[in-house]
Every structure is written in C-alpha cells, then in structure tokens.
C-alpha cells in the first residue's frame, strides 16, 4: 500500500486568488493524510515580469499549506529568480530534502497533465488524474494535449471509456474514482444561512473546445448567459461570485445585473481557501450552470465546489450533465436542463429547506469523503 504519496497539483501558487481552485487539490491531499499517508505537495511555479508580486504569490501559496496542515510538506520548482533562463529553483523544501521525497514516494499523484516527463520518470509509480472529464480524452485523442505515459489512469467522470460515451477513450484502461470533499474540513454550517443561492466561478476565458468540425465557447460567459432571465421567473436571490477580468466582462456584468442577478469579485469575498469555505457556508445554497463540454459530451460531471456547497449541509441547483449513477435529482440535489426546471427547484427546496439542507450533507458524506476516495486511490495503486 503506497505511503508516501507526492501530489502534483497545477497552477495553484500562481493563482494566488483561487480560493476555490486550491481546494481541489487539497481534498485529495487531505483525504490521503486521514488514510495515513506522508503527502507532499509538488508544483511548478512560473515567475512574471513582477518580481514582488512573485514573492507575495509564494508567501500567500505557502501561508495557506502551513494553515491548513500542510506546513513543511511543499516542494515548489520555480524558474530562477536571477532569469537565468533553464534553472529552476526548489522552494519550500531544500533541494536535498525535496530529492529524498521524490526518491522515496511510493506513488505520484499527478494533476498536471503537460507534466515534465524528466520530472514524471524520477518516480517509481504513477497515476494520472483526470478531472476534466470528456476535454481530456477529446485533447490527447486529438493531440492537442500530450501526456507523458503513466502506470495508472484515473478519471472523475463517469462515463469515461464506457461504450455509450461521446467522446474516445484513447486506448486507456481508466480506472473510475469519485472526486472527493474532506468531511472534517468541510462541517455542515453553523447557524442561519443567508437568503442567495451563490457559486464561484471564472467568467471568461479563452477556453474553446475544437472537436473536429464543431467548435465552440467553453466558459460559465457562454453557460451562464443563455439563464439570464432566471431572476424574473423566481423571488429566490441569486448572486454570483465572479472572477471578472476585462472590459467585455463589465459589460457583462451590467447585462447579468439588469436581469436581476447580484454580482460579487470572488477575489473578494472567496479569494483565499478559508474565505472560500466562509462563502459558501453563508449562502443558501449553490445555482450553477455547467460549461458546455459537459452538457455536449454528458459526462455526468459534477464540480468540486458543488461538493463544498452538499457537505456544508447546502443545498444545490446545478446544470444536468447526463444520466448519473451517483448524483440525485430532487433531494439535496437539483439537475436542470431549463429555466422552469431551475425556479421549480427553488420552490422545492423553499418548501421544506431543513429537509433538502439534511439531504445535502448526507449525500457528501455516503457519495463523496475524502477518506473513501483515497482508499480507493491508494487500492487501485497497489494492485
């Protein structure tokens, strides 16, 4: 049974405002620490043309770890701070202790698709894990995306390599693992929530999906915007926490505010992992729309942050992404395909709110612990 497990997460000490992205990693190193495993966490960082903006990145990214019991366990390769062009830097660990790490660990968790495979083969075993469901088999069948060969192939989605999927399975024996929330960091929410179904999200990208003839936008912009007239068919609030960035999401904004919506900057109020876990805690409840890959491809996908809304004992409001073996529709858990669906769900969680708010943690805690994902990550890794 693998017990040192070094995780490899992406883009997390870059994005020092993503509250939320930082936990998507974090239950997964959480979960296999209840199971008993010595983690460490590996990441690249790149540095930018801003030398002290770098520096608060990494104190932010390391300050976070050391508060939520990762303190010590970090190994950063960063590009050189002298732009030295080539040379990486080790941070957090020292180079001595990092290679002792990398040289013992029984296995490699490994998020980061474009991993290097330099880095990929100084490791005895590993497994890739795919949290994009349907993008990640269309990118590599298609060579858009290249990923250096692993001992272990595991996937979040449902559908993956099953025979009625739309999308390839590359060839791969996957190995199906439920994303998983961390019970014990994620409580059911004390005291009285507040009166706005809410999420999280990015807003625009340049995220499209080419699969061959067919192209189109893949971001919450194109998901959400179709929905935009949902506040005038409900009294529920609805508010979105958004990473707003250009002149077109303003506009946006105004388009969305004009409709009823109320609008929040997620740098502000869910920009660090504990501030994150605080929003959505206050909130009545998650309405969320899905990006269009998983609605196209029905990969039964189902967001992490969805996850933190259930085991925070909220109840959720999500864009139906095909038939599912594991996600319910009508108790805790709501999946739309239309505006009416949407507001009816609202009446029906109004209607008995303790009821569906009982029904969401219960689902988080029978569905989705850290504890059993990472059992099942660490069987499947010893066989």
Request: hydrophobic share 45%; glycine share 8%; with cysteine.
């Amino acid at each position: 049974m693998p017990r040192t497990v070094v995780l490899c997460a992406y883009n997390v000490a870059n994005f020092p405002v993503g509250g939320g992205h930082f936990w998507v990693y974090l239950q997964y190193a959480l979960g296999l620490r209840l199971m008993g495993c010595d983690v460490y966490w590996l990441e690249r960082f790149r540095r930018g043309p801003d030398p002290a903006r770098d520096d608060a990145s990494l104190a932010a990214f390391f300050s976070r770890l050391e508060s939520l019991g990762m303190g010590g366990r970090a190994i950063v390769l960063a590009d050189a701070a002298d732009g030295a062009s080539g040379r990486v830097e080790t941070l957090g660990l020292s180079e001595a202790r990092a290679n002792a790490v990398i040289d013992r660990a029984d296995l490699l968790l490994n998020f980061h698709y474009a991993i290097d495979p330099a880095l990929l083969g100084r490791f005895r075993r590993t497994a890739m894990v795919d949290i994009d469901p349907g993008l990640f088999q269309i990118w590599m069948s298609r060579g858009q995306l290249v990923v250096p060969r692993h001992d272990l192939y595991l996937t979040t989605g449902e559908t993956v390599g099953r025979p009625d999927a739309r999308f390839p399975d590359c060839g791969l024996p996957w190995v199906h693992i439920r994303p998983p929330v961390c019970l014990e960091q994620w409580p059911r929410a004390e005291g009285p929530c507040g009166d706005a179904m809410t999420t999280v999200s990015a807003w625009s990208s340049s995220d499209w999906v080419v699969d061959g003839d067919v192209t189109y936008e893949n971001t919450k912009r194109a998901a959400f915007l179709p929905f935009k007239e949902l506040p005038r068919m409900t009294s529920q609030p609805l508010e979105l926490a958004l990473f707003l960035r250009t002149a077109k999401d303003e506009a946006d904004r105004r388009v969305m505010l004009d409709h009823g919506w109320r609008i929040q900057d997620s740098r502000e109020v869910a920009g660090s992992p504990q501030a994150y876990r605080s929003y959505i805690g206050r909130s009545r409840g998650e309405f969320s729309c899905a990006k269009a890959s998983c609605v196209r491809l029905q990969n039964a996908w189902v967001s992490d942050r969805t996850l933190c809304y259930l085991a925070s004992g909220r109840p959720v409001v999500v864009q139906h992404t095909g038939p599912s073996d594991i996600l319910p529709n009508g108790e805790g858990m709501f999946r739309f395909t239309t505006l009416a669906e949407a507001a009816a769900a609202f009446a029906a969680i109004d209607a008995d709110y303790d009821r569906h708010a009982r029904a969401a943690r219960a689902l988080a805690e029978a569905r989705f612990d850290a504890r059993a994902v990472a059992a099942r990550i660490l069987e499947v890794a010893a066989a």
